[in-house]
T-cell receptor, first 115, second 115 residues
Framework: DQQVKQNSPSLSVQEGRISILNCDYT??????FLWYKKYPAEGPTFLIS?????DKNEDGRFTVFLNKSAKHLSLHIVPSQPGDSAVYFC??????????????FGQGTILTVHP | EPEVTQTPSHQVTQMGQEVILRCVPI?????FYWYRQILGQKVEFLVS????????KSEIFDDQFSVERPDGSNFTLKIRSTKLEDSAMYFC?????????????FGPGTRLTVT
């Protein structure tokens, strides 16, 4: 199942710089997208989401951009901090009707922020 | 801040045995989910549950699996006869689901080891 893909297994960034994590999807029925952060031995923590009716959503240091025509979304973290080091998962949902669930996850990208 | 809790954190069982994984979703949430993550693989959707019945299930969720909300707070996943390939992290999640907002909040997970 490759409906959601994160093609970069890892990303290394200097503290204070921008981190850009990318995600591609193939299913045009997806209309709600989420980013989660995960530390080892913990569950995924919700970070930020975006509906397909928008192309940008911002929350503090985190901004998600959605390009529907390219079926691509990205998460920008500015400025990056060492505490941001974790695995970041992109997830997609086909909201509406009874499908309020079934998040389809990407493989994850390991972000390392160096002091 | 309200959170999803799961017990036990780690369960070891022998092949063929029944296991019950327990979850307490966030109290005002109405939708409940189970996901699993086999080591080195993606987080995979198993089942969603709303209004005391299954809303959606994946092909992984076969007759060996069942879910139940036995009271007003717990949500359980039962695996009737465990197989080696059931070894994974199992995550419970819950969501409130209001128009335009479909975030799911995850518990810390139960690591199931089948020997």
């Amino acid at each position: 199942d490759q409906q959601v893909k994160q093609n970069s297994p890892s990303l290394s960034v200097q503290e204070g710089r921008i981190s850009i994590l990318n995600c591609d999807y193939t299913n045009s029925m997806f209309d709600y997208f989420l980013w989660y952060k995960k530390y080892p031995a913990e569950g995924p923590t919700f970070l930020i989401s975006i509906s397909s009716i928008k192309d940008k959503n911002e929350d503090g240091r985190f901004t998600v951009f959605l390009n529907k025509s390219a079926k691509h979304l990205s998460l920008h973290i500015v400025p990056s901090q060492p505490g941001d080091s974790a695995v970041y998962f992109c997830a997609a949902s086909g909201a509406g009707g009874t499908s309020y669930g079934k998040l389809t996850f990407g493989q994850g990208t390991i972000l390392t922020v160096h002091p | 801040e309200p959170e999803v809790t799961q017990t036990p954190s780690h369960q070891v069982t022998q092949m063929g045995q029944e296991v019950i994984l327990r979850c307490v979703p966030i109290s005002n949430h109405l939708y409940f989910y189970w996901y699993r993550q086999i080591l080195g693989q993606k987080v995979e959707f198993l089942v969603s549950f709303y209004n005391n019945e299954i809303s959606e299930k994946s092909e992984i969720f076969d007759d060996q699996f069942s879910v139940e909300r036995p009271d007003g707070s717990n949500f359980t996943l039962k695996i009737r006869s465990t197989k080696l390939e059931d070894s994974a992290m199992y995550f419970c999640a819950s969501s409130v689901v209001v128009l335009g907002s479909y975030e799911q909040y995850f518990g810390p997970g139960t690591r199931l080891t089948v020997t």
